[in-house]
């Protein structure tokens, strides 16, 4: 689908029609399109969380009747481009070859001059590139440093690979460099809030290599998806996001210079000495990085820093009030009791998702459920003893919700009036389980039985419940009402009261022959 609310985002901070398409992986005409259609609408950036890109399809483009036209089939470049490399392989073969695709599947073709003005412009665009000229404060390039930094461990002696994430302003090609046990997402996200403070400021665009923590990667060269952490990191920051295609180091001329460069001002400046942590490597590296900064430039006046403090530095946007947090995402099914399982703590979300499987958004602060794409619920993460549970009453069913209105005391309360053996049963299942809570259930289902079948009868099935065991269960308890138990021993206590009383009755009691 369209990313309508990433076009829209990324048109408000002014980002050109070619980048947006570039980043959002459609075509300028469809930013076009898509930009005066929400100008006719009187529809922009900030938009609402329901607004989704679904939605904004129905907003912007809504569905109508339309004559049905047949769509010509356009040419498969991919395969063109390896067959033209083939001997006695032309233009026109391929033509007539895709006439009888078409044929087959009952597609207009296009016409012969068509057919090769539109292989001419898939030529043109593999051997084009996208150097441009950068404003100041307009951009920054962010990659990792092909050959590793190292640290010693101090109890072993082993030696540990330290990878260096390189970003450099575009216009100054002032850097920021840190070292990084490994090129995972944590450290890729952590690297950027870490720039991003060290820069004083953002810049409206950045661009990434194609690496999997930056992009996630298609068959086609030119479509291009953004990791949905990376994304977040950019809404959050105010920033967009144009990746450099592969194999077009072009696209990213400065980081990959400044890698090469930073490689052999401190990774080999650093080389005969011998870091313990990665702390003491990162002290290291930015006394080397400050030296590098400061260095002139042999071909014009000032340094970078120079450069970067006059020129770039007045430009950036503002930081946002808070870090970007670093955030994971998990998938959940809902459970029968409406909530799911993160990390061993429970969750609520609205009961009629029972079933459902859920995207959940983890910080180390909160935690975020969607469904759909749209977020559903929403917690403040749980810490400490696993089991807990966070709920929320409007996620109950109605019947539900009443359980609140009543905590434990409440139920041994309501027990000790109707027995000693109705207010045992309920003082052990209360203490049954690890969360008091979780056994309100079983109380309510009590209080239940004693509107069905009296409060006497409870009793006496209680007493015969514990008769068998320390800790009866409701459902114990149910069965025995149910089959009428609790009603035989009253019978059979009634019928011996009758024979003692009695005077041609027996007067030895059933007790006597239990001796």
Known sequence: MTKYREILRLASLGISQQSIADSCGVSKKTVN???????????????EPNETDAALAGILFPSTKK??????????????????????VNKKLLWTEYLEECRQSGEEPLMYSQFCYYIQQDEQKRRATMHISRKPGEQIEVDWAGDPAHITDPDTG???????????????QYPYVEAFINEKQRSWITAHVHMYEYFGGVTRILVPDNTKTAVIHTHDWYTQELNTIYHEMAEHYNTAIIPAR?????????????VGVISTW????????QFFSLAELNRAIREKLEEFAHRQFQKKEGSRYEIFMGEELPLLAKLPATPYELAEWKQATVQFNYHISVDGMLYSVPYEFIKRKVDV????????????????????????????????????PVDHQQYLEWNGDRFRNWAQRIGTNTYTVVNAILTSQRVEQQSYRSCMGLLKLADKYSAQRLEAACQKALSYTASPSY??????????QDKLDQDARASDTTATQSKHAITRGADYYRR
Do not use: C
């Open 361 to 396: 958004r983890v910080t180390d602060t909160m935690i975020e459920i969607f469904y759909s794409h749209n977020r559903i619920a929403s917690h403040r993460r749980l810490h400490g003893r696993k089991g807990q549970y966070s709920t929320v009453t409007e996620h109950m």
């Open 246 to 258: 592969v194999r077009a180091p072009k696209d990213k001329p400065n980081a990959e210079g400044t």
């Open 475 to 484: 459902k114990s308890i149910k069965n025995i009402l149910a089959a009428g």
């Open 33 to 47: 399109r898509v930009l005066k259609r929400a100008r006719e609408l009187n529809l922009s950036w900030p938009l």
């Open 158 to 172: 082993e030696i540990i690979d330290a990878w260096l994430f390189v970003g450099v302003m575009t216009y100054s």
């Open 67 to 88: 004559q049905v036209s047949p769509n010509k089939r356009m040419p498969d470049f991919d395969y063109i481009q390896k067959e033209l490399l083939r001997n006695g």
């Open 266 to 273: 401190i990774t080999a400046a650093l080389r005969n000495e």
